[in-house]
């Protein structure tokens, strides 16, 4: 089945990686991609100690998308694709397993990825899978069977307090 978590509030990737821990706790293997991150966070390397989770990554951290030049966005475009392909052929492998595409909400409402080859995947999946994003976008709550909007409704980011260490990375 396939799952999108979508909305403006926290918890989108959280829920993500939740299920990613209860798949590997109970032996299945787990592919998680982060599409639009780069830069280190605290699942990366808690992750990283599962055997049964692959994870991949953006080699390096672009920052936010408005502030990227277009020779990075098409870098990052091609290493999106790159990535989803690398996806695509995990799930052939592991059809048993857990999918998560962090992020690839984000990276389709901005066109740094190749919309075909997510199109496909979605359409035809493999594997349990697991979208995320902000947007709500028709591609994945058309054809989710589990939909969740994720809707803020207070955060302390509202108030100038800054993302904390182990809390929102």
């Known amino acids: 089945m396939t799952h999108y978590y979508y909305g403006n ?3 989108k990737t959280t829920a993500a990686l939740g299920m990613a821990v209860r798949a590997a706790g109970h032996g299945l293997p787990v592919c998680v991609v982060q599409f639009l991150k780069g830069s280190f966070s605290g699942e990366v390397k808690s992750l990283g100690v599962l055997p049964q989770v692959t994870l991949i990554r953006l080699p390096k951290d672009y920052g936010f998308s408005f ?3 277009q ?8 290493q999106h694709s790159h990535m989803l392909e ?7 492998q592991h059809p048993d397993g857990l999918l998560i595409l962090d992020e ?12 075909d080859l997510v199109k496909q995947l979605v359409m035809h999946p493999m594997a349990e899978q697991i979208y995320t994003g902000h947007a709500e976008q028709p591609l994945f709550t058309e054809h989710a069977d589990y939909v969740t909007e ?5 955060h302390p980011h509202q108030s100038g307090v800054q993302a904390r260490k182990g809390i929102e990375y």
């Open 9 to 11: 509030g926290k918890g």
């Open 67 to 69: 502030q990227m030049t």
């Open 71 to 78: 020779q990075q966005m098409q870098e990052i475009t091609a």
């Open 86 to 92: 690398s996806a695509a052929a995990w799930a052939k």
């Open 104 to 115: 690839i909400g984000d990276a389709v409402e901005l066109k740094l990825i190749d919309v």
């Open 150 to 154: 994720c809707r803020c409704v207070r």
